[in-house]
């Protein structure tokens, strides 16, 4: 005989109150979602310390009462600590939620609330999210003086967004990912809406992941490998409630980095994601990117939530099982531990949430086919229940060692809001890093700080001062000089302070040390003088970048030098601060194609790209006068390398970030080889970068001059004079 559960239908569009068979007691695997099985949908929730679960089941986004709910039995719908139930004849786009009983005891860690209506932490797709109400979502009563240890009665069904059951069917014409390797990558960061939303990106789809596929010849055609996306995993764009204090509008959520829905692609990025379309814009938006041969890399944040501290919202997983997903304080479990700078941290080496993160990432790879992984604050996931740094931590041994995500890109961003700092040794090879240690010793190189030269010459040569030591080789070393988090490019030779009076903080956010100049300049100038230093310094830069060893990433825009003008934590500008106004494209058309040269340079030299460290016979190291260099001069601010290309051309590397011009001896070469200009950034179009071996022959030449704050290649040609 079947088992059933205690069902009440609310209204009439689902059919008949169900005959014994339509609810069952289902299967407690898969652990967590809504699965189709047969002829109904498999129900799973976990939750250990719940006294009892609802199903409820909702025609519209914005209904604040169920068309129908099924109780949960604990005797015949629970298996150790899983729920579940099987119901009959769900159909694609159905919504539902859940509520959870149990006890409301903040200070021992527990604060179930039956009253709020809660999201399937393994839903796929969500939607209601444009008018959902965070604070009708606490789970205490904000209006009591025991703030969070009074419990809601408020009941937020109509202001909170509902789960959608999907059906898995989308047509993936036997893509295959690229599997680029790290030697051939070159990734791009960008935000979805922020790519193509303004009006001068001339796409059909603004905003969206559709819009974002209309874009992928321009990528091609850069020099692009990878895509880079900042969070796409459902969020709530419109949680703040403060005001831009110069414009008064609504600050957003822009960014994206607090999630609420681990496997729900963003409903706003897609074209229609009432019913849970998303699912499939994205597939195709992947789909496309593989047929360009380019790799789909997310940003997930698997470090925190949403619902904040104890004060924050109650959204999915602290009303499902507060004790065991989150990180609590020991001397009170009221609180949350906060190595996230957001309010909480995810008990992330806990043997349920280990799974639980490890089921995101499957989905994401055997579902959606993305190629890549970059962690935000990873350091975060190697924490214990207390908070300490773990030797082995298992869950990042999980990741790097699970059979499904062994062929996936995994970055991590080696350090948390908690004083963590991992560049270098975080967990094991399998694992490459966002170098920091890049970004702040190039930028402070061509500032012109002393004593430099050394760690200038260790990051172009992938960094092996960081890496070597724990086995780990130049790919271990993701190369960057801007990304989301800080100034563009353009704003790092155009500011020397921060701007960022637009957040509503008094400008007491973001980091205040950002090795950045303005060339003379405070912001915008029409002075020709300091533009042609600014288009120099960012040359500098991109030279840099894609001459190094290690995996080279690009801020999106930074190739037509988009400005955010001088703000460097644009987290909540979902304007024209942050958009990518695309028609920087032609006025800044020589740093385009610079960005594009320097690509393409990369890829012609094998040898800038191998994935080990350079061994003393591959590379020799000069100062101007063709001697040695003499690193310990903290004054001197101009070196050269020379790499031998073997099979290839030989390259010799010049460096002047000093404010003088500098002649540089140049090495002999045998007779019936010659030395050609490939690139100096001190030149404008089209004599600052040439085509591989077409420029100019210095046949006769004993020094190159190179101007100030100026880099320059030479490479051998064993062919005619031009």
Not at 21 to 43: K, R, Y
Not at 262 to 279: D, L, N, T
Not at 620 to 626: D, H, S
Not at 699 to 710: D, K, P, T
Request: glycine share 10%; charged share 25%.
């Amino acid at each position: 005989m079947a088992e059933t559960a205690a069902e009440h239908n609310l209204a009439g569009d689902l059919g008949a109150p169900s005959e014994v068979g339509d609810v069952q007691a289902g299967n407690p695997l898969p652990i967590g979602g809504a699965h189709q099985q047969g002829a109904g949908v498999n129900f799973v929730l976990f939750s250990r310390h719940a006294t009892a679960v609802h199903l409820e089941f909702y025609q519209q986004p914005e209904d604040s009462s169920p068309n129908r709910v099924i109780d949960f039995d604990p005797v015949r719908h629970r298996t150790g600590d899983v729920w579940h139930v099987w119901v009959r004849g769900i159909r694609a786009g159905q919504l539902y939620g859940y509520r959870v009983d149990g006890l409301y005891l903040p200070d021992q860690g527990h604060r179930f609330n039956s009253r709020k209506l809660l999201l399937d932490p393994y839903a796929r797709a969500i939607t209601g999210v444009e008018n959902w109400d965070f604070l009708a979502a606490r789970g205490y009563d904000s209006s009591s003086s025991l703030t969070d240890l009074s419990i809601s009665t408020t009941d937020n069904a109509g202001t909170t967004p509902k789960c959608i059951f999907t059906q898995d069917h989308f047509d993936w014409e036997s893509d295959s990912p690229p599997k680029r390797s790290a030697s051939d990558t070159v990734i791009y960061e960008t935000h979805v809406r922020g790519f193509t939303i303004h009006p001068s990106s001339g796409v059909s789809h603004p905003g969206t992941f559709a819009g974002l596929t209309e874009k992928i010849p321009y990528l091609q055609n850069l020099g692009v490998t990878a895509i880079e996306l900042m969070p796409v995993l459902e969020f709530n764009e419109n949680e703040s409630d403060r005001l831009n204090p110069i414009t008064g509008e609504r600050l957003k959520n822009y960014w994206g980095y607090n999630p609420v829905a681990f496997f729900a692609p963003k409903q706003s990025y897609c074209i229609g994601g009432r019913h849970g379309h998303q699912i499939n814009e994205f597939r195709e938006m992947v789909k496309i990117c593989h047929r360009a041969g380019i790799e789909v890399i997310l940003d997930v944040v698997l470090n925190h939530t949403a619902e904040g501290d104890e004060l924050g919202p109650t959204i999915s997983l602290r009303g499902i099982e507060n004790s065991i997903f989150y990180m609590l304080e020991e001397g009170g479990r009221r609180y949350y531990k906060d190595f996230t700078g957001v309010g909480n941290t995810l008990n992330a080496n806990h043997p349920v949430v280990r799974e639980f993160v490890r089921n995101v990432l499957r989905y994401w790879v055997m579902h959606m086919h993305v190629d890549g992984f970059r962690f935000d604050l990873a350091s975060v996931l190697g924490r214990d229940e207390h908070g300490n740094i773990l030797r082995n931590a298992p869950l990042l041994e999980d990741i790097a060692e699970d059979p499904i995500l062994r062929d996936v890109k995994i970055i991590a961003e080696a350090w948390d809001a908690g004083g963590a700092y991992q560049v270098g040794s975080f967990s094991t090879n399998r694992w490459t890093e966002w170098n920091g240690q890049f970004r702040d010793d190039v930028r402070r190189f061509w500032a012109g700080d002393a004593g430099m030269m050394g760690s200038f010459a260790s990051r172009i040569c992938g960094s092996s001062d960081l890496y070597e030591s724990s086995g780990k080789g130049p790919a271990s070393s993701l190369n960057f000089v801007t990304c989301h988090d800080g100034f563009t490019l353009n704003d790092l030779v155009s500011y020397r302070q921060k701007h960022n009076d637009e957040n509503g903080e008094n400008n007491r956010d973001g980091n205040d040390a950002n090795d950045s100049d303005n060339c003379g300049v405070e912001g915008p100038s029409r002075d020709p003088v300091v533009e042609g230093v600014r288009d120099r310094m960012i040359k500098n830069f991109l030279l840099t970048l894609f001459i190094s060893r290690g995996i080279p990433m690009l801020l999106g825009g930074d190739e037509f030098r988009r400005t955010q003008r001088g703000n460097n934590n644009a987290y909540c500008q979902d304007n024209e601060v942050s958009w990518l106004d695309w028609s920087l494209l032609e006025k800044h058309k020589e740093i385009h194609r610079f960005t594009r040269g320097m690509m393409a340079f990369r890829r012609a030299h094998p040898v800038l790209r191998r994935e080990n460290f350079y061994a003393d016979t591959d590379i020799k190291w000069f100062g101007p006068n063709g001697a040695s260099p003499d690193w310990a001069d903290q004054r001197q601010k101009s070196f050269a390398c020379l790499i031998l290309g073997l099979a290839e051309p030989d390259l010799f590397l010049l460096f002047n970030a000093d404010t003088k011009s500098v002649d540089f001896a140049i090495p002999a070469l045998p007779v019936g080889k010659i030395w050609r200009l490939a690139v100096d950034t001190s030149r404008t179009t089209p004599d600052d970068l040439f085509d591989s071996g077409k420029g100019p022959s210095l046949q006769g030449q004993i020094s190159y001059r190179l101007e100030s704050r100026s880099s320059a290649i030479l490479l051998t040609d064993s062919g005619g004079v031009a």
